[in-house]
């Protein structure tokens, strides 16, 4: 860029230019998108981008976008695609009449950008997301080695429960598959290193998988969480055959019985629980510590 630390800002986000980079902070506030509070801000270097173009927007603006190198960042490798325009992290929407500023930066740009050939490596950092969330059916969470899932009795199918809490170590995995709770039959799936053994085809029966609904897995959750997930199984290579870990019996953590009644106390207040059914379920989860 001709000017190191030129600022554009537009709408629910400013961008930053730097020799190699460009900064993308955003806004917080009430009418951000949740997914663009989670990630804060973001450094993309230019080589991780494939694109940039500016087009009419709606109501009097203007849209500059970025499209990243397919590879090169494990938020958008792990939405593959799925984003609506509101919570793409690539848009910067603009009054029209900065349009003249946008077209400047718009050039700036286009002869520091990297090849159209998907990237080796990721280039953009992970973000810094939850590593924690709640799906339908069980709370994930990850350490930065590997992924457990503790199902919800309310939620998770037979299947799930008849197989037990899970973990997964990263080096078994070779990749996620993230469906967006937007849709019908939003989901978590870990692809597991399993050669010839096929993993069920529907997400509430599989032990690799959360699903998502009635306000659980929300994009600004679950999507970070897939990419950190995604952006440690490509950086860690295969291990041992054992895929599945099984939490042994024994005492549950403390944390994950305060959820687990959290959650009861939600579906009773909800009116899905009678008095009875909450109070013996209250008094089996208690018994656990």
């Given at each position: 860029?001709?000017?190191?630390?030129?600022?554009?800002?537009?709408?629910?986000?400013?961008?930053?230019?730097d020799?190699?980079?460009?900064l993308?902070?955003?806004?917080?506030?009430?009418?951000?998108?949740?997914?663009?509070?989670?990630?804060?801000?973001?450094?993309?270097?230019?080589e991780?981008?494939?694109a940039?173009?500016?087009?009419?927007?709606?109501?009097?603006?203007?849209?500059?976008?970025?499209?990243?190198?397919?590879?090169?960042?494990p938020?958008?490798?792990?939405?593959?695609?799925?984003?609506?325009?509101?919570?793409?992290?690539?848009?910067?929407?603009?009054?029209?009449?900065?349009?003249?500023?946008?077209?400047?930066?718009?050039?700036?740009?286009?002869?520091?950008?990297?090849?159209?050939?998907?990237?080796?490596?990721?280039?953009?950092?992970?973000?810094?997301?939850?590593?924690?969330?709640?799906?339908?059916?069980?709370?994930?969470?990850?350490?930065?080695?590997?992924?457990?899932?503790?199902?919800?009795?309310?939620?998770?199918?037979?299947?799930?429960?008849?197989?037990?809490?899970?973990?997964?170590?990263?080096?078994?995995?070779?990749?996620?598959?993230?469906?967006?709770?937007?849709?019908?039959?939003?989901?978590?799936?870990?692809?597991?290193?399993?050669?010839?053994?096929?993993?069920?085809?529907?997400?509430?029966?599989?032990?690799?998988?959360?699903?998502?609904?009635?306000?659980?897995?929300?994009?600004?959750?679950?999507?970070?969480?897939?990419?950190?997930?995604?952006?440690?199984?490509?950086?860690?290579?295969?291990a041992?055959?054992?895929?599945?870990?099984?939490?042994?019996?024994?005492?549950?953590?403390?944390?994950?019985?305060?959820?687990?009644?959290?959650?009861?106390?939600?579906?009773?207040?909800?009116?899905?629980?009678?008095?009875?059914?909450?109070?013996?379920?209250?008094?089996?989860?208690?018994?656990?510590?």
């Amino acid at each position: 860029m001709s000017r190191m630390g030129d600022v554009l800002a537009g709408f629910h986000a400013a961008w930053e230019f730097d020799s190699d980079s460009v900064l993308i902070r955003f806004e917080r506030g009430i009418r951000t998108p949740k997914l663009f509070q989670t990630l804060g801000e973001r450094r993309i270097p230019y080589e991780a981008l494939a694109a940039v173009d500016l087009s009419p927007g709606k109501r009097g603006t203007v849209v500059l976008h970025a499209a990243p190198r397919p590879g090169a960042d494990p938020l958008m490798e792990a939405a593959a695609g799925q984003l609506k325009d509101g919570s793409d992290p690539y848009r910067l929407v603009l009054p029209a009449e900065r349009e003249t500023l946008a077209e400047y930066y718009r050039d700036e740009l286009r002869p520091l950008l990297g090849p159209a050939e998907p990237a080796d490596d990721f280039l953009v950092a992970v973000p810094e997301g939850p590593l924690q969330f709640k799906a339908y059916d069980g709370k994930a969470s990850f350490d930065g080695k590997s992924v457990a899932y503790r199902w919800f009795w309310t939620g998770a199918s037979s299947a799930k429960w008849k197989a037990g809490d899970q973990t997964y170590q990263v080096t078994d995995l070779e990749g996620v598959e993230w469906r967006s709770p937007e849709v019908f039959d939003g989901y978590l799936r870990l692809l597991r290193r399993a050669p010839g053994v096929p993993q069920p085809p529907q997400a509430d029966q599989d032990p690799a998988a959360v699903v998502f609904g009635l306000g659980y897995g929300p994009v600004h959750e679950s999507l970070p969480f897939a990419a950190a997930v995604l952006c440690a199984v490509r950086t860690s290579g295969p291990a041992a055959p054992a895929l599945v870990e099984h939490r042994p019996a024994g005492r549950r953590d403390p944390a994950d019985i305060a959820d687990r009644i959290r959650h009861l106390g939600e579906l009773h207040q909800a009116g899905l629980l009678t008095d009875a059914e909450f109070t013996s379920k209250k008094a089996e989860l208690l018994a656990e510590l």
